[in-house]
């Protein structure tokens, strides 16, 4: 059982208390498979958004080299993985972006890109639609609200306008245009030290508003829970929330988000190939079992499949409510939050 620093002195609930309370529910979580393999290529990203788990901004210079990047290919073409997600920072700022997209897909993987709109207009990016539509990406991409007001308090002013422009560029190219197949999804992270709404009620807002408001379509809303790790840490330190919001995400607690937890099938590898259970276990340099390899060189599908998943007090987050992953809400609706037996 790994133990992490308690969030704060005050606050009663460790890493260990995750572990706890799966047993009080007689839950264990342990990977079941390695479908997708999550590769965060750096830090570095136009963008820095009050709730970033990863510290991204423009003057992170955390970047995975193509040396890297080719070890990254190679694990992809001995293990052909399904599913291959790409994310940063904005990925799409890694010089070795479009070779990892293009060699990934020639290799059979599923290539999803975690692109933050924005980008799309810094130098040298203005195609990137065409790009995506030329490799058959799924484009997966955090919009906060479809108000400007909400999005920008967020994201920084003036990215709401962007976004929807990005997002226009995308329809313009077939994304999240019915029968295009061409994937669009997006991503709703609550503004505050909140919970996500349900998420199919609050997908038909995000379709109606965007339709009626901008003339813009997609094809899924996820929410995603609020990570109290890094940016949003400080933010919930700062507004004094903290020991409120931990409190709200242990309260919420649902065993029933446990079976859906990404970290069952999915794999992360930072910038410079070493490896963790998820993306947020990534930000908080908490690796995977140290009884496993380490790095993406020596990668053994086999002993990863059936891994002890490590954990910590910010696991809550992902088991709170519905449950959040990388692909949204994870829990049935017969199932709510607080729901007891399992």
Known sequence: MTSLPVLDPKFPFTATSFDEKLAAYDVKLRARSVETLQINVGKR?????????VDASPSRTEIMTKETAE????AIRRFRFRTVDITGGAPELNPSFRHLVTEAGLLGSHVVVRHNL?????PGQSDLPNFFREHGVEVISSLPYFLEERTDAQRGRGVFQKSIEALRRLNAAGYGVQASGLTLNLIYNPVGAFLPPAQASIE?????????????????LYTITNMPIKRFLDYLRRSGNEERYLRRLVDAFNPH?????MCRSLVSVDWTGRLYDCDFNQMLELGVDPELPQSIVDFDPERFATRRVMTGAHCFGCTAGAGSSCGGAVVPPEYPAGSGSV
Do not use: S
């Open 257 to 261: 988000a446990v079976d859906g937890l």
């Open 45 to 53: 990203c136009n963008q820095a958004c009050k709730h970033c788990h």
């Open 71 to 74: 070890l990254v290919i190679d």
């Open 204 to 220: 038909g807002d995000f379709k109606r508003e965007l339709q009626a408001r901008y003339g813009v379509t997609f094809n899924q």
């Open 118 to 122: 924005t980008v799309m207009f810094e």
